[in-house]
Structure formats: C-alpha cells, structure tokens
C-alpha cells in the first residue's frame, strides 16, 4: 500500500494550527494507521495509532482522523518543540509502509 | 520501560557484510511480538527490511531477500540483521524495533551503516 503525504512541507508559526494529510492507495482495514514525529538524529515517535489514538503520553493538541484512505494528523496549536518531519505509517497490510514525510517548519 | 539498543560497524565495504544486533531490555524476545527492522536514507525515506518473530519465523522485503539473513539470541534477548553484498545504496540509518499488533510501538535510537571503500 502507497502512502502519499502532503504537503511536503508546511510553513507556520507557534500558535498556528497543523494539518497535515496522508493519501492510502487502498484501503486500510481496521483503520491500522499510525503517525510519527521525527526530529533530527532521533527516531521516529509514536504519535497516533489506529488514525485517532492517541499514545502514551502524546499531548491532547495532537489528534488524528480518518475519512475512507484519507487520514490527517491535526496539531491543534503549535508549540515550537513540534517543528518536525511527521510521517504516517499503515501496518494492516504487509509488509507495513510509511509515507514520505512532511517537514514542519517556523515560518 | 522497553528499550532497544543497535549496534554494530559503522563502516562496511562495498560487497562486504552488514551485521547488526539489537539489545532488548525490558521486554523479553520470547513475548508475543514480532520484532522489526527499519532503514531510512534520503533516497528511499523509511524502508521496511523485514521482521521475526520469536519463533524464528520471518518475513523479508522480497527486494532484500537473497541477501538477508535475521536471527533470534534468546539467551542474550537480543535480534540480528546480515545483509551480505552490500553496495552504496545499503548506506542507511538502520533501525530496530518492536511490533505490538503489527504496530512500531518502541523503537531503538539508530546506527549509521556507510558503504564505502
């Protein structure tokens, strides 16, 4: 399954509203997405998991939503420690595959 | 608090062999988990290698598969990657991890592999 993430970037300023989109090529059955954050030299975080859940420990100003192989990861106000690359992942089919990624940046 | 640890050479040759372990702690590999490596470059962004479960059952990213080997060291609590016939384009960061479900739930921090002479 192809994953298909917009934009590939996204300018914006602390206190603004992130919403970034992730396409499926099929259909994902049982709504196995999740997102990631990574900043640089770390590993990816687990964010999101079955498109709305929210991990342990993840702040509430980020949530995620579904809408048939349409998904998107939504930070409700942003605070400078998420400028990141965020990226989604489906893992319901195999093998799992991620998206390419959108790099939130300070605008 | 599960965490996983890479390790191995930073620096392969070209038609040389990758190795990589991943140390497990708190979590043992025997658990009900399949356990999972990753590599990620900026050709190919996140790349699934491929995964194992305690078994020794595994499953391989049919465009690595003749070349990659992962194994289980129960008494150590660690899993293993060999890629052999390495070139240029095995130069990744590489990843293990931990599937819950499927999901990548706990991640290790990453080792740089070079391919280089």
């Known amino acids: 399954i192809v994953l298909t993430q917009s934009p590939g970037t996204l300018s914006l300023s602390p206190g603004e509203r992130a919403t970034l989109s992730c396409r499926a090529s099929?259909?994902?059955?049982?709504?196995?997405l999740a997102w990631y954050q990574q900043k640089p030299g770390q590993a990816p975080r687990l964010l999101i998991f079955?498109?709305?859940n929210r991990a342990t420990g993840i702040p509430d100003r980020f949530s995620g939503s579904e809408s048939g192989t349409d998904f998107t990861l939504t930070i409700s106000r942003l605070e400078p420690e998420d400028f990141a690359v965020y990226y989604c992942?489906?893992?319901?089919?195999?093998?799992?595959?991620f998206g390419g990624g959108t790099k939130l940046e300070i605008k | 608090q599960v965490q996983l640890q890479e390790s191995g050479p930073g620096l392969v040759k070209p038609s040389g062999t990758l190795s990589l372990t991943c140390a497990v702690s708190?979590?043992?590999?025997?658990?009900?988990?399949?356990w999972l490596w990753v590599r990620q470059s900026p050709e190919k962004g996140l790349e699934w290698i491929g995964e194992?479960?305690?078994?020794?059952?595994?499953n391989y990213n049919p465009s690595l598969k003749s070349r990659l080997t992962m194994l289980l060291d129960k008494s150590k609590n660690e899993f293993s990657l060999r890629l052999t016939s390495v070139t240029a384009a095995d130069t990744a960061m590489y990843y293990c991890?931990?599937?819950?479900?499927?999901?990548?739930?706990?991640w290790g921090q990453g080792t740089l592999v070079t391919v280089s002479s």
């Open positions: 991890a931990r599937l819950t479900g499927g999901l990548p739930d706990y």
């Open positions: 708190g979590a043992s590999i025997t658990d009900n988990n399949w």
């Open positions: 194992i479960y305690h078994s020794g059952s595994t």
């Open positions: 099929h259909s994902l059955s049982d709504s196995y």
């Open positions: 079955g498109a709305s």
């Open positions: 992942q489906q893992y319901g089919h195999s093998p799992l595959t």
